[in-house]
């Protein structure tokens, strides 16, 4: 929810509703949805979805139409719907974002009031299904994160399970059927329209924007499966259903057989095996497809470290060396392809079509995914990483500030490394690694 802090109410209701789930693991809760139209609920889900901020949906409402309008205006009339049982979501608006390999990933855009409606529903329903996932999942968790599934892989690796199933599953959102998935929310929520609400986000049809005008189709409430990305919701029910296969995966014995330990982040996961990894992938796909899932054959392979490398969250495991000994190690390090990516950032926020912009903003937006590039990547050996970073950075800017002040050169004497770190407050990436006492290993 960001980096706002919870009203003490709102606290307060989450404490009792996470201590009774984890107090009774059979309980099943059936008084939930009067919780979702209380004033400080959806005020605050508003505050959490406005810091957020996000385009607007297909009503083409944004957060200023809201603040003009006046939000507890506008939030009361939200309430009264909802308590009236009247509320109906709107269509979702789709789009597509480019994927690092070049395709398509679509994305949902819900209105700002079902966006809303919905953050109040996980605000409800998140203490309760926490108590239930398993240690083995990390994606959309509080005090969980990229970095600490990154962490338990790499523990994982030394201490003997080296034989690594790097699963990739294809259109994961996309292929989960709502009839299993709502049985996995009943199992905790019978309240039934709380479960009615559910069903009608995750059936909401969705309008493509294309050049030939808008395209509304009803293709997950047609074909009975698919979540929207993008939504509050999303994130939590998926976790709900890949809670399935962890469960599955242990309660068949597979943990014990092979070794083998999950390690999931959403949709990303590997599996870190002691022994027998061809096997352990035949039935991670039997499993798989006993939950309608597709396992990517393309992307999907095993990898024996520390002969072998594979990449996960980001970062590339396996065989590192050590500069000052030369001693050989299992690490993490930035992998190859998130050093591209924001390599092509840097050039995009560098390009000439920028030059009408103020250096100083240019710098500022240059720091802004520099220090948050950093501030994951902070694992391993990563002064290589922050060195090839940092002399791109250099080039791009200078060639840049030479465009855009019409000189000709590469800039190096009229721009040097010390007026971009101090005259134009450049952040000097490698001059980090002082702080990660393991980057220089």
């Not at 189709?217 to 962890?246: A, C, H, I, W």
């Not at 922050?386 to 465009?403: H, K, V």
């Amino acid at each position: 929810m960001g980096n706002l802090s919870t009203p003490e109410k709102v606290q307060k209701l989450q404490k009792a509703l996470h201590a009774k789930a984890k107090g009774n693991p059979g309980y099943r809760f059936y008084a939930l949805y009067d919780k979702l139209y209380r004033e400080d609920i959806l005020a605050y889900a508003y505050a959490c979805c406005k810091s957020n901020a996000g385009a607007a949906g297909v009503d083409g409402v944004r957060f200023e139409d809201i603040e003009a309008y006046g939000p507890q205006r506008w939030l009361g009339e939200l309430a009264l719907e909802l308590r009236n049982e009247m509320y109906q979501p709107q269509a979702i608006r789709r789009v597509y974002i480019p994927k690092p390999n070049g395709t398509l990933r679509p994305l949902g855009i819900a209105t700002i009031r079902d966006r809303v409606a919905q953050t109040a529903a996980v605000l409800i329903l998140g203490p309760i299904f926490e108590v239930d996932l398993p240690t083995e999942q990390y994606g959309y968790r509080a005090q969980r994160s990229a970095l600490d599934a990154v962490r338990q892989v790499h523990s994982l690796l030394n201490t003997g399970h080296r034989q690594v199933v790097d699963a990739d599953l294809s259109e994961y959102y996309e292929s989960i059927p709502h009839s299993e998935l709502l049985k996995s929310v009943a199992r905790r929520v019978v309240d039934r329209r709380v479960l009615h609400l559910i069903k009608m986000w995750i059936t909401a049809p969705a309008e493509d924007d294309g050049r030939g005008g808008n395209k509304r189709t009803t293709r997950n409430r047609d074909e009975k499966r698919g979540l929207p990305q993008g939504s509050p919701l999303s994130p939590l029910l998926s976790n709900l259903y890949m809670r399935r296969f962890v469960l599955a995966w242990k309660r068949m014995g597979y943990e014990k057989k092979f070794g083998g330990i999950v390690v999931a982040y959403a949709d990303d996961l590997v599996i870190c095996c002691k022994r027998q990894a061809e096997e352990a992938l035949a039935r991670m796909r039997q499993v798989m497809q006993r939950l309608h899932l597709t396992v990517n054959e393309e992307k999907t392979h095993l990898c024996r470290v520390p002969a072998e490398y594979f990449d996960f969250l980001g970062y590339t495991f396996g065989r590192c060396y050590s500069t000052h000994t030369g001693r050989a190690y299992l690490g993490t390090r930035p992998s190859k392809k998130s050093v591209r990516r924001l390599i092509g950032k840097i050039h995009e926020q560098t390009d000439r079509k920028t030059c009408l912009l103020d250096a100083e903003e240019v710098v500022n937006g240059l720091n802004r995914m520099l220090r948050g590039w950093a501030n994951y990547f902070c694992l391993g050996p990563v002064s290589k990483a922050y060195g090839r970073i940092d002399d791109y950075t250099n080039r791009r800017l200078r060639r840049w500030l030479c465009q855009k002040h019409r000189i000709s050169g590469g800039g190096y004497t009229r721009y040097s490394a010390e007026y971009l770190y101090q005259a134009l407050g450049l952040i000097n990436l490698p001059t980090l690694t002082r702080n990660f006492p393991w980057a220089r290993v």
